[in-house]
C-alpha cells in the first residue's frame, strides 16, 4: 500500500495509515434511529487509508477500488457540494471536521478497502471514519465525537438519514466481543459470544434502487408512531421508551402500516436484550431462534426484506449446524447474517452458495464474521491487506 502510495503522489513522503472496520448486526435492526438497542460487530473487512501532507494547499484522494483521483482546494472544501460519488463520503468528513473546528490543510489519500460496497457491510462508515482519521493525521479526537461527526457527515452531506451504529461500532469494534449500545445514552457494554459458535455473512449481491427511499420512509413512520403513542402516553419521546406490553394496547390507534412498523421496533429493542442474557448463558440455540423472530419482523411488520435475504434465510435453517439467520443492515439485499456450530462453517458455505447460485443463478460472497477491533491507526504494516 506504501508503495502504491509512491506511485500516486511520489516517493519522498511517508504516509501513516488509518484502518476502519465495516460491520456485521447480530441482532437490533432499524432500532439506532429509535434511540434503542443494537448488537454490532466489527468484522476483520475494512476501509485503510495511506494519507500525508501534500504541502501544497490541495487535498487529493485516490481510490484502487474506482481507479479513480479527485483533487480538492483544501481551503474551499466548505462550498463543495454533494455529487453522489464516493468523494461525497470523505469530503462530507472534511466539512464537518472543519465546522469542529479543525483545519484541513492539503494531504495526499490513498484508499484501499475490503469492505464490499453496497452489501450491508457498512462500507460507507468505514470510509467514513477512515477519512476523519486520515484527515485529521494524528490530532487527537475523542472517539464518541468522531463517531458521531462521521454520522453528521452522512446526514448532512450525504443525505442520509442514518443512526449511528454503523459509524459508532467502526470507532468502538472489539475483538472477540460483540458491542451491545444503547443508542439513546450512546454507552456500550461488551458482549461475550458463547464458544465453539461462528457467524458467516452471506451476500445476496443485489442491492435493490428502494433502499435509500425506504430507509427514509421507515423513519418518518416511526415518527409517526411516536407522535401517536404520546397522544395517550405524553412521556413517550421514542419508540424507545415504549414496552410490548403498551404497544400492544394502543396499537390499534395507529394506522396500520405505522402499527406494524412500530410493532417491529418495539419487540425488536426487547430482543436485544433477551438474545445478550442468551449469549451470556452459552444458549446458541435461544439466540438462533431470536434472530429468526427478527427477520420474520422485518420481513413482514417493517417490510425491508427482500426475496433474495428470504430465500437466503430459509435455505440456511434448512443447512446442519444453523441455529438461526436473518437479514443484517438496512435491507432490500445486501447480506444476512447466520449463527452456526463452528464446525459446520465449511460444508454451511458450500451448501448455502449451491443453493442460491441454483436459484438466482449468481453466486454469493461468504463472509467469516471475526470480531475485530474499532478503528485506528495501522503501526504494523504487514497487517494491511494486499490488493485482491
Ligand atoms: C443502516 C443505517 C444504520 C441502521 C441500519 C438498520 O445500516 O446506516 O444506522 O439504521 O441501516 O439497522
Redesign the pocket.
Known sequence: MIDAFHKHFGPTQRPRVYRAPGRV?LI??????NLGF?LPVALNLATFIAAAPSGDGKLRIYSEDRQELREFDASSLGSVERTGQWTDYPVGVAQELVHAGMAIEGANLLIRSTVPDGS?L?S??ALEVSSALALLGGREFAPLELAKLCQRA?RNFVG?P?????QYISVFGRAHSAVEIDCRSLGHRLVKLPEGITFIAVNTMVKHALSGSA?RDRVKECAAAVEGIAAVYPDVQSLRDVSPEQFEGVASRLPDVVARRARHVVTEDARVNRFTEASAQGDAAGMGKLMVESHRSLQHDYEVSCAELDFLVDAALGIDGVYGSRMT???FGGCTVTLLHAEAAASFQASIARAYAQEFGVTPRVYSCEPSEGAGEVNNLETIPSLA
Open positions: 448486526n437490533g435492526e432499524h432500532t439506532d434511529y443494537v450491508g457498512s460507507s462508515a452522512e442520509m442514518c443512526g449511528i451504529m454503523d430507509y443492515g438496512g435491507g
